[in-house]
């Protein structure tokens, strides 16, 4: 049976997309095997359960690696540049045979970082290795992998009355014309300070009927978007009176089970602001987009309101002014439905609207096919624990 890594890597490198890079050179001076046997022999001091290698190279040093290593270790194998596994896939028998051996090809660190963690693999249990072979710009991206890997902290989230003291709003930007608003509204729990709806309208009486009723308070602002949707964004935060702020788009949906942990991680002082991952499920609700960066399209959504926060940008806007740490809660996956909910057209439409925004700095384009896999392969495995993560604070 395939494991998960091998199924994503896959998918990944079954897409080729339009200017790839190619790494650097590959070069390595010293004895190929002796660097083999000495970091196994690390990885056995430590006993480690996996080895974790940051840049295939050119597939040599872990070829050696696979062929020395004991069965029972997990060689991991990551790798930023889809092209440099494509040179050599075919040459490398080992990927295929080598017990316990791996690849997890992305050009994403972040899919790196959450594959490695969800499925049991951490810094404290296995050994790091970053691949001598590799130079230039590849080494340097891959070191950073190794950084956020080992720099993450979990932490446990304070679990008292203090945040039962801790207010906090929700709030949305939406346009008129949003289908299932019903269930975006009957999404968000009763027990929230306010969830404030910030239209694109000018007048109240544009504003369609929504016909549930939660009980939670909503508050309704009418403001044309007029290309802005920093300015949008701006008028919800400062219309929030809560503590802390979630926002969510109306094709997107936070799980349900974990509403209650918003309140735990905002009791806890160092960190301002919570990232969570996001799922775009195509074409169906069982499948999820991933690969170069689809998946898992981190978003800041939770953070602490202070007169620092704002946002900025028209497009694609930022969250500025957070002066603590930063989060990842990665067991709150945000679904965002959009190809569920909208058409072809209806989601050309949109994109057409982003890119006349962008005033031609960059397009927005939807291919007729997608890199996908079946959602648990993204999911946490049941056998995992991993609770809230702070982010080390490296610049990439």
């Not at 002066?323 to 959009?338: D, N, R, S, V, Y």
């Amino acid at each position: 049976m395939k494991h998960a890594f091998d199924i994503y890597s896959e998918q990944t490198l079954s897409f080729k997309l339009a200017g790839q890079k190619q790494s650097d050179d590959f070069s390595l001076d010293c004895d190929i095997e002796f660097f083999a046997k000495k970091h196994l022999n690390f990885a056995k001091k430590a006993n480690a359960s996996a080895l974790i290698l940051f840049g295939a190279g050119d597939g040599n040093f872990a070829e050696h690696i696979a062929a020395l290593k004991p069965q029972e270790l997990n060689l991991i194998i990551c790798e930023l540049y889809p092209e440099d596994i494509r040179k050599f896939q075919q040459q490398y028998l080992f990927l295929h045979t080598a017990s316990n051996t791996h690849l997890l090809v992305d050009t994403s660190i972040w899919a790196h970082l959450l594959l490695l963690l969800q499925y049991g693999f951490t810094s404290t249990t296995s050994h790091l290795v970053l691949n001598p072979s590799i130079k230039g710009e590849s080494k340097k991206n891959h070191q950073n992998i190794q950084k956020l890997f080992s720099g993450c902290k979990t932490i446990q989230t304070p679990d008292n009355n203090e945040n039962l003291k801790i207010k906090i709003s929700a709030g949305a930007i939406l346009s008129t014309d949003e289908p299932d608003l019903d269930s975006f509204i009957s999404s968000f729990p009763i027990w929230l300070e306010e969830l404030v709806l910030v239209w694109d309208c000018s007048d109240a009486e544009e504003i369609p009927l929504i016909s549930c009723d939660t009980g939670l308070k909503i508050v309704n602002i009418c403001h044309r978007l007029n290309n802005d949707f920093g300015a949008q964004r701006n008028i919800m935060s400062d219309s929030c009176k809560g503590d802390w702020i979630i926002y969510l788009d109306a094709d997107e949906r936070f799980p349900e089970k974990q509403w209650d942990q918003l309140k735990k991680i905002a009791s806890y002082k160092d960190c301002d602001g919570w990232y969570f991952p996001r799922m775009t499920l195509y074409p169906d609700e069982e499948h999820c987009r991933m690969g170069y960066g689809l998946w898992p399209d981190l978003q800041l959504r939770f953070f602490r309101k202070t007169a620092e926060t704002k946002f900025i940008n028209k497009i694609h806007e930022q969250l500025t002014g957070l002066k603590g740490q930063t989060g990842l809660l990665p067991e709150a996956p945000i679904k965002h439905i959009t190809h569920l909910l909208k058409n072809r057209t209806e989601i050309e439409k949109k994109l057409a609207a982003f890119n006349n925004v962008a005033a031609g700095r960059f397009l927005h384009n939807f291919g007729t096919e997608l890199p996908r896999v079946e959602n648990s392969i993204l999911e946490i495995q049941k056998n995992i624990s991993l609770p809230p993560i702070i982010l080390p604070k490296i610049i990439f």
